[in-house]
């Protein structure tokens, strides 16, 4: 049986609930991430999107001068947007459970979690990578890119 740890990213890039809304879209811009884990004390409360981001910083069709944003992008706390208590899973939860609470909740990641700390991300991207093994192992296709899991 495949879990969590067998897919999921280790390296977890988080925000604070004080970080601004602007630290987090750079972060989610560098880093190519649609969601970051928001720690406070080592432990995680929330989690973050692309879509809250967007959504707290109003739509690019309202004409405001530029100073106004850039101080909107500091000014908003990542605590005013994001999704407190976000549903997560541990290491040893299996990956049908995993895509089943990803579909039930329209959700795009899971945070991995252990004592409370976030420990990595699983995301629907990792579970598609682990699809595409699973259908070339079907097929007999096998990939140089392809890695055991």
């Not at 990213?9 to 004080?18: C, I, K, L, Q, R």
Request: hydrophobic share 45%.
């Amino acid at each position: 049986m495949t879990v969590v740890a067998d897919i999921m990213s280790e390296v977890v890039v988080t925000v604070t609930p004080d970080s601004s809304i602007g630290v987090a879209i750079v972060l989610m811009s560098e880093g190519g991430f649609r969601r970051l884990p928001v720690v406070e004390d080592g432990r995680l409360i929330g989690i973050v999107t692309d879509r809250d981001l967007r959504q707290a910083t109003n739509s690019p069709l309202v004409l405001r001068e530029r100073w106004y944003s850039d101080f909107l992008l500091d000014a908003i706390k990542v605590k005013s947007c994001m999704t407190p208590n976000p549903i997560t899973v541990a290491r040893t939860t299996p990956v049908l459970d995993v895509v089943r609470l990803l579909r039930q909740h329209k959700i795009g990641g899971l945070p991995v979690v252990e004592n409370g700390a976030v420990v990595g991300i699983v995301t629907t991207t990792d579970v598609l990578d682990y699809l595409i093994v699973l259908l070339e192992r079907e097929q007999g296709e096998g990939s140089a890119e392809q890695q055991p899991l």
